[in-house]
């Protein structure tokens, strides 16, 4: 008789199950790009709609016609840019020389770290010219604006990383200390970009729900959402991933490509009573293709799309969906 061989079941795409270490996380690979411009951006999660646009995919059955998606709105206020961070080339890799902050950073900015008590920026930048040629890195340190979406006070400070040579990114900082960055200064309609978020947090569940096991007969012996064994005597032990088990499921950070924008704005966008846990939204938002991982007023990082495709489809929104979801 010949050996039958059956696959693992369940996905072992993800492994380990952990819990995020941090709520919101930064994108550690960027695509190159030849001009000094900002790579990254960040938007608070508002909800989803629906969005009917012209499909402008050349080869797709719905070419030119009006068709209907789901879609996501982030709120999308200006990023504050609150220093300037140098790295420098060491034998454990790339090492941060220090943070040149601004002169008048931003008020609430105090929630979230201890700034220094006099800020010396021009002599900082002075210094740092001197010394450019050791340094391998450019980076903004940026604040998003919690009270303008989020509903917060307490705001989030990550760096961003940009494009071009070290010279290049030196000229872009310095012009852009104390200064804010726009949505439609790093990205456009209709550009595909990659979004990473922590999902929301389901706790501990079973490997029924963690895994996607079968759920076993009613004659079953013991326990009937539970899997069979654990494996043989020998070896008297689980390794870790070899078996499904009850976990963490949830709160983990996760990244999706290739999520196209759709429109870039500012304004009022609300739907009939308000968007379901989060508000009124009033100021700049984006819209994007499909789903986006995390619940509503979570921070999401953006990024230029690392594996975008080539085309670049036009997009022309026709109609966004703002009946009432209050239910």
Not at 126 to 138: C, L, M, P, R, T
Not at 210 to 230: P, Q, T
Request: proline letters at 7%; one cysteine or more.
């Amino acid at each position: 008789m010949s050996r039958t061989h059956k696959p693992v079941s369940g996905s072992r795409g993800f492994w380990p199950k952990k819990r995020a270490k941090r709520i919101y996380n930064r994108f550690s690979y960027h695509p190159p790009a030849r001009n000094a411009v900002p790579l990254d951006f960040a938007g608070y999660k508002v909800g989803m709609t629906q969005v009917a646009f012209v499909d402008g995919r050349k080869g797709s059955p719905t070419m030119g016609q009006e068709i209907v998606q789901p879609a996501t709105v982030l709120n999308c206020p200006s990023l504050s840019v609150a220093g300037i961070v140098l790295y420098g080339n060491a034998y454990q890799g790339s090492v941060s020389s220090g943070v040149i902050w601004s002169e008048k950073p931003p008020k609430d900015l105090e929630r979230k770290t201890r700034l220094p008590k006099k800020h010396e920026t021009r002599k900082g930048i002075q210094e740092a010219e001197k010394g450019i040629e050791d340094v391998s890195d450019v980076r903004l340190l940026v604040s998003t604006g919690p009270r303008e979406g989020g509903g917060k006070k307490r705001p989030e400070l990550f760096e961003v990383a940009l494009g071009g040579d070290v010279k290049q990114k030196w000229e872009y900082v310095k012009q852009k200390l104390g200064k804010e960055i726009k949505a439609d200064e790093v990205f456009k309609e209709g550009e595909f970009v990659d979004v990473r978020a922590v999902t929301k947090g389901k706790g501990f569940q079973g490997p029924v729900k963690r895994f996607g096991v079968k759920v076993r007969i009613r004659k079953a012996k013991k326990k009937r959402r539970h899997i069979g064994n654990l494996g043989p005597r020998q070896w008297a032990r689980v390794r870790p991933g070899d078996k499904p088990m009850p976990g963490q499921l949830g709160f983990q950070t996760r990244t999706e490509y290739n999520k196209r924008i759709l429109k870039i704005a500012s304004g009022k966008l609300n739907p009939a009573g308000g968007w379901v846990n989060y508000g009124e939204l009033d100021g700049s938002y984006m819209i994007v293709h499909g789903s986006i991982p995390g619940p509503r007023k979570r921070l999401v990082m953006l990024r230029k799309g690392a594996r975008a495709p080539d085309r670049k489809d036009a997009v022309e929104v026709k109609h966004i969906a703002l009946e009432s979801q209050q239910g």
